[in-house]
Antibody
Framework: QVQLQESGPGLVKPSQTLSLTCTVSGGSISMGGYYWSWIRQHPGKGLEWIGYIYYSGSTYYNPSLKSRVTISVDTSKNQFSLKLRSVTDADTAVYYC???????????????WGQGTMVTVSS | DIQMTQSPSSLSASVGDRVTITCRASQGIRNDLGWYQQKPGKAPKRLIYAASNLQSGVPSRFSGSGSGTEFTLTISSLQPEDFATYYCLQPNTYPFTFGPGTKVDIK
């Protein structure tokens, strides 16, 4: 079955760029019907959708983060990535990658999640 | 943005209890509503999609209902492994938004 695994630095300095990669195994990232997503969770708080990408490269971002976010896909490596620029301590969170299931009517939500990776912004 | 609210924010219940959690959307979202269970230190797990469809492998004691702006998640007979935090998600309108969560703990 499809599995997702996040990787990247656990510590990022303020004003720098947070970079994470999600590796997809057990299936192709190029399969139709799914978007590949990033979601974060601040410590002890709720969930915030960051954005997602289709294998073709089409992206949608949360407007609250859009000016600082880039999500990209590498189909040859079966990976997709997140870059968040100019980070502050408000970006300290657990970052999850997840598969968004378009489903029959386009809106079935996130069906598979990675285990999450904690990223701390600190000097 | 569509605001999602959940009630209650927390509840205490016993094994075997029937538990109902409500999620409300600030505007109509058809049946575009999912329910997720999260245990401490773990990723969320999808339980319900499209308001009432049970995710494969999820026990049948979980059920969802609703449409438009009001939705419910029901656990018919609470089991020890069900103590967790539950979130609703609206994937109807960008940006997708989650509810603030309902923590279910042991009475």
């Amino acid at each position: 079955q499809v599995q997702l695994q996040e990787s990247g630095p656990g510590l990022v300095k303020p004003s720098q760029t947070l970079s994470l990669t999600c590796t997809v195994s057990g299936g192709s990232i190029s399969m139709g019907g799914y978007y590949w997503s990033w979601i974060r969770q601040h410590p002890g708080k709720g969930l915030e959708w960051i954005g997602y990408i289709y294998y073709s490269g089409s992206t949608y971002y949360n407007p609250s983060l859009k000016s600082r976010v880039t999500i990209s896909v590498d189909t040859s490596k079966n990976q997709f990535s997140l870059k968040l620029r100019s980070v502050t301590d408000a970006d300290t969170a657990v970052y999850y990658c997840a598969r968004y299931d378009v489903g029959a009517e386009g809106n079935d939500g996130f069906d598979i999640w990675g285990q999450g990776t904690m990223v701390t912004v600190s000097s | 943005d569509i605001q999602m609210t959940q009630s209650p924010s927390s509840l205490s219940a016993s094994v075997g209890d029937r538990v109902t959690i409500t999620c409300r959307a600030s505007q109509g979202i058809r049946n575009d509503l999912g329910w997720y269970q999260q245990k401490p230190g773990k990723a969320p797990k999808r339980l319900i999609y499209a308001a009432s469809n049970l995710q494969s492998g999820v026990p049948s004691r979980f059920s969802g209902s609703g449409s438009g702006t009001e939705f419910t998640l029901t656990i018919s007979s609470l089991q020890p492994e069900d103590f967790a935090t539950y979130y609703c998600l609206q994937p109807n309108t960008y940006p997708f938004t989650f509810g603030p969560g309902t923590k279910v703990d042991i009475k």
